[in-house]
């Protein structure tokens, strides 16, 4: 794959930004098809697919913020010189043919492709039904931003495919793919891992897990809850479960109220039996699977455990291993808790929805990915490269 420069890159990009800003009348009508076939009371869906002036004008500061960062290929990682005379460097270096599969989120067409092609890889995008004629119109934006730049369509290419078909791409792709990126649920996540034959970095489910501690400030604790879990509901950094320290003075009370004012907000409640006992208009939990369970509503499990060492043990065992929040005063405990959760993002005192990739100062993400290998968390520019070690020698031998 051909090595684009620096400032060509950026042409496209600033060719792109003055393009979405020209047909944003253009892809808020497009948009509008398809929010016209939704089903209203879906509001996660709602959420993730509606394109309004404000989103358009996401997408463009997504493409400025991109175009203004430097370029990732071709960085030195480290770099040695061995007794034998060999120079050897190690750089960062494209990935190739990326694959990313999402659903419902017309900005992920922007955010993808543009974190793509400034790290010098192509990209196929395979966006959900449900945003089709989005999709195309951005799609389109995209081709006349690289056919003004003298490029052509093949950095950035959309799948339009039924199951059956993406099953058999998967098998046998028409380009080589050197990475897929799954962005949504389970099923979508096992169905990529099922039949693709290359890499696949996962973007895994959300059900993130808020533990507050016997040491925890209250209406510091409230105010999280309510943005992590209200803010906003879509979202795969949102709270689903919240654990109470059986230790935590007033336990009862601050239950009862807690419960209240989540109810207040328009959340649903669910509880465990202790929960229920002290509030009855909680639902009790009647399927163990709800655990694992990432709701994208407004509905919220609050459950108590006796230790500090049961709430870890319990958001190892349920939650997506996306992010898990301790609200606590005593730092040494808030370390433990920390140290202990395996989650791509941790935090303490602090709402989950953090876990973004212009939250944490990384810019526009591709996925928040929840595998180990070979990056953990908001997937950027700088993360959206390989490496490759560049050998210098002078007739050395072995």
């Given at each position: 794959?051909?090595?684009?420069?620096?400032?060509?890159?950026?042409?496209?990009?600033?060719?792109?930004?003055?393009i979405l800003d020209r047909r944003r009348t253009d892809i808020i009508s497009e948009n509008k098809r398809d929010l016209d076939a939704?089903?209203?009371?879906?509001?996660?869906?709602?959420?993730?697919?509606?394109?309004?002036?404000?989103?358009?004008?996401?997408?463009?500061?997504?493409?400025?913020?991109?175009?203004?960062?430097?370029?990732?290929?071709?960085?030195?990682?480290?770099?040695?010189?061995?007794?034998?005379?060999?120079?050897?460097?190690?750089?960062?270096?494209?990935?190739?043919?990326?694959?990313?599969?999402?659903?419902?989120r017309p900005?992920?067409?922007?955010?993808?492709?543009?974190?793509?092609?400034?790290?010098?890889?192509?990209?196929l995008l395979k966006g959900g039904k449900e945003a089709v004629h989005s999709n195309r119109i951005l799609v389109e934006c995209w081709h006349e931003a690289l056919k003004e730049n003298g490029l052509d369509d093949s950095w950035i290419?959309?799948?339009?495919?039924?199951?059956?078909?993406?099953?058999?791409f998967l098998r046998n792709?028409?380009?080589?793919?050197?990475?897929?990126?799954?962005?949504?649920?389970e099923r979508l996540i096992k169905f990529?891992?099922?039949?693709?034959?290359?890499?696949?970095?996962?973007?895994?489910?959300?059900?993130?897990?808020?533990?507050?501690?016997?040491?925890?400030d209250w209406k510091k604790s409230i105010d999280v809850i309510l943005n992590a879990k209200t803010d906003k509901i879509s979202a795969c950094n949102a709270l689903d479960k919240i654990l109470i320290s059986e230790e935590l003075p007033e336990l009862d009370q601050k239950i009862v109220e807690l419960n209240s004012i989540l109810r207040d907000a328009g959340v649903e409640v669910l509880g465990d039996k202790y929960v229920h006992q002290l509030d009855a208009q909680t639902k009790t939990i009647d399927d163990q699977n709800t655990w694992f369970e990432e709701f994208?509503?407004?509905?919220?499990?609050?459950?108590?455990?006796?230790?500090?060492?049961?709430?870890?043990?319990?958001?190892?065992?349920?939650?997506?291993?996306?992010s898990?929040?301790?609200?606590?005063?005593?730092?040494?405990?808030?370390?433990?808790?920390?140290?202990?959760?395996?989650?791509?993002?941790?935090?303490?005192?602090?709402?989950?929805r953090f876990t973004d990739g212009g939250a944490m100062g990384v810019g526009a993400e591709l996925a928040i990915s929840t595998d180990k290998l070979h990056h953990r968390g908001p997937l950027g520019l700088d993360q959206l490269v390989t490496n490759k070690y560049y050998v210098y020698g002078n007739g050395q031998v072995r």
């Open positions: 794959m051909e090595l684009q420069t620096t400032e060509k890159k950026n042409s496209v990009l600033q060719s792109m930004i003055d939704y089903d209203p009371n879906d509001r996660a869906m709602y959420d993730r697919l509606i394109v309004n002036d404000a989103k358009v004008d996401g997408m463009i500061e997504a493409v400025r913020q991109v175009k203004a960062m430097k370029d990732p290929v071709g960085n030195i990682l480290s770099e040695r010189q061995l007794d034998n005379g060999l120079k050897i460097q190690n750089k960062t270096a494209p990935f190739g043919n990326i694959l990313i599969i999402y659903e419902s900005d992920v067409t922007i955010e993808a492709a543009v974190l793509a092609f400034k790290a010098n890889s192509k990209i290419r959309m799948l339009e495919l039924n199951r059956e078909a993406t099953q058999e792709p028409d380009v080589k793919l050197d990475l897929i990126v799954p962005r949504g649920g990529v891992k099922d039949h693709a034959t290359c890499p696949v970095l996962v973007s895994g489910r959300g059900n993130n897990f808020l533990f507050i501690d016997s040491e925890a994208l509503a407004m509905k919220c499990v609050v459950s108590v455990v006796p230790t500090l060492e049961e709430a870890t043990r319990k958001i190892n065992e349920f939650s997506g291993g996306h898990a929040a301790i609200m606590t005063e005593n730092s040494n405990r808030a370390d433990v808790f920390m140290e202990t959760v395996d989650s791509a993002a941790v935090y303490q005192n602090a709402s989950t």
